[in-house]
């Protein structure tokens, strides 16, 4: 039986990978490597918990002894890395040497593992990566990141991951591992946690508090369904070419004021409860995937609409509360300047 060893699947897109991941293939195991942050919540996978092909450990991608044991002890022929800081904000405000030491030195310790633990059993390395890193685009152009675009993060989150790209294309020049990186579009979906935008403001909205929006609202984000995002990551690790870039998009692209909207006619909420406050420092303007060469490529396309699939993810929290409360509770252990 092959193994898989996935970081960070405790995590919202994570735990919908293995999830999808077991389903699709009876002959893996699957080893979940998570160090439970506050955004690990190791409910998310509750379901497959007793899957004999399904093992988790407790460990952070950061522990230099922790990896190079893993990989020594199962070996695995695949690796997919979802193990991040993920969220903007806290980049900003205070906590930019977490995001460093997750998503720079994390992504070492991982490609030194594949590379001298694994003594070459790895048949694909796949680092799970952010549009972010491409920067921002005017919202007058109908211009798209494609997978030659130039890298120009303007958040130290987004500064991170680019790094944690590079060290990944390095190691593919330099040492032949064979690497591929995937750049997504904003995610959705059940499981993900309360920070991010969309639960964010369907949580706030239930309890009529105010939605908060940066700016003038009009900033820009292509939305994909988890869903359709871990079925293409999955189409990278099978098929995706050791050394290339891969750009996951929805083709939905919606200003946030447009979210804020959609969310608040969804749950029948009055529009007067969005509330415009000072935007963000190095607020990206727009962001768009041309998806193109996934499709071309691997055979992938979105299957998920956005207003049905976004309509579920709000029942989703709104029918989850034991859910919401503990990812709630997490959130105060870190400190957060968000109020749920």
């Keep these: 039986m092959k193994t898989i060893l996935v970081t960070g699947g405790c995590g919202f897109i994570g735990s919908h990978f293995i999830r999808q991941f077991l389903k699709k293939h009876p002959d893996f195991k699957v080893v979940n490597l998570d160090k439970l942050t506050y955004a690990g919540n190791p409910d998310n996978l509750k379901d497959v918990s007793k899957n004999r092909r399904y093992k988790f450990i407790k460990g952070d991608i950061v522990d230099k002894e922790t990896v190079g044991t893993i990989f020594k002890k199962f070996k695995p022929d695949f690796v997919i890395n979802f193990a991040a800081e993920s969220h903007v904000d806290r980049s900003i405000h205070g906590y930019a040497d977490v995001f460093v030491s997750s998503n720079i030195y994390g992504v070492f310790n991982l490609l030194e593992a594949a590379l001298r633990q694994a003594q070459g059993k790895i048949k694909k390395f796949v680092q799970v990566s952010t549009d972010e890193v491409y920067g921002s685009l005017s919202l007058n152009s109908k211009v798209k990141f494609t997978e030659r675009t130039q890298y120009n993060p303007r958040s130290p989150y987004a500064a991170s991951k680019a790094a944690g790209d590079l060290l990944c294309h390095s190691y593919f020049a330099t040492y032949g591992l064979p690497v591929v990186v995937t750049h997504s579009s904003n995610n959705y979906g059940s499981f993900q946690y309360p920070e991010k935008l969309i639960p964010f403001f369907a949580l706030r909205a239930l309890k009529n508090k105010p939605l908060p929006l940066y700016g ?7 939305w994909i369904y988890v869903l359709d995002n871990t079925e293409a990551i999955g189409k990278a690790l ?3 070419k050791p050394g290339e870039v891969y750009n996951i998009g929805g083709d939905n692209e919606v200003a946030n004021s447009g979210i804020a909207k959609r969310i608040l006619q969804i749950l029948r909420k009055p529009d007067s409860l969005i509330k415009y406050i000072p935007d963000r420092p190095g607020h990206d303007r727009r962001y768009a995937l041309d998806g193109s060469k996934v499709r071309k490529e691997l055979g992938w396309k ?4 956005f207003d049905k699939m976004l309509a579920e993810t709000i029942k ?5 509360p034991a859910w919401i409360r503990s990812a709630v509770k997490r959130l105060k252990t870190v400190n957060s300047h968000i109020e749920i």
């Design 216 to 222: 003038d609202g009009k900033n820009v984000r292509d």
């Design 316 to 320: 989703w929290y709104r029918d989850n």
């Design 302 to 305: 979105p299957r998920y609409g």
């Design 238 to 240: 099978f098929k995706g």
